[in-house]
């Protein structure tokens, strides 16, 4: 057997990054379904799903996420917001920022193909199919090697 060798730094921080999706996505979930707004009173996940109108074990596993990443308290089978939630993830709170981290929401599509990106360079540019002209292409992008009749 291969013996391991001594390794004296945590891989933490990389786990870390690994995880920020995740909880980004419970996040921004637990705030569209105004799920902050719900537990501003302790309740059972039963009542969550009746009073949000959502499938109730898939509640009852959205709202265990939750609590696993410390923005709800789960005791006894009863859920209530953690202090950092309810103070800025209640929308009746003077310091909510749902809005905020909702418009911050990150687009899952950007970054998808940064590998090929890396590897491969942008795409190429597409293919103008009509001739450019002064009524549709300002003077300032002249510079740019764009050529138009108002620039010749």
């Known amino acids: 057997m291969k013996k391991l ?3 004296t730094l945590s891989y933490e921080y990389l786990y ?3 995880l920020a999706p995740i909880r980004t996505k419970l996040l921004l979930t637990g705030i569209e379904l105004n799920v902050f707004n719900a ?17 109730p ?26 202090p950092i939630a309810e103070a800025f993830l209640v929308e009746a709170s003077p310091t909510f920022l749902g809005r905020l981290f909702t418009s911050m929401k990150p687009d ?13 360079g942008p795409p ?15 003077r300032d992008l002249t510079p ?8 010749k």
Do not use: C
């Not at 537990?39 to 109108?53: G, Q």
């Not at 074990?57 to 308290?73: H, K, P, V």
């Open 5 to 7: 060798p001594k390794v």
């Open 108 to 120: 899952d599509q950007v970054l998808q193909n940064l590998p090929q990106l890396v590897q491969e």
């Open 16 to 18: 870390q990054m690994l």
């Open 39 to 55: 537990l501003s009173k302790p309740m059972s996940a039963e009542d969550v799903a009746k009073t949000l109108d959502t499938h």
């Open 57 to 82: 074990s898939n509640t009852r596993a959205f709202l265990n996420s939750l609590a696993a990443i410390d923005l709800l308290e789960k005791k006894e089978g009863i859920y209530r917001n953690s």
């Open 144 to 151: 740019m090697g764009w050529s138009t009749s108002a620039a």
């Open 124 to 138: 190429p540019p597409p293919e103008i199919t009509a001739p450019l002209s002064s009524t549709y292409l300002p």
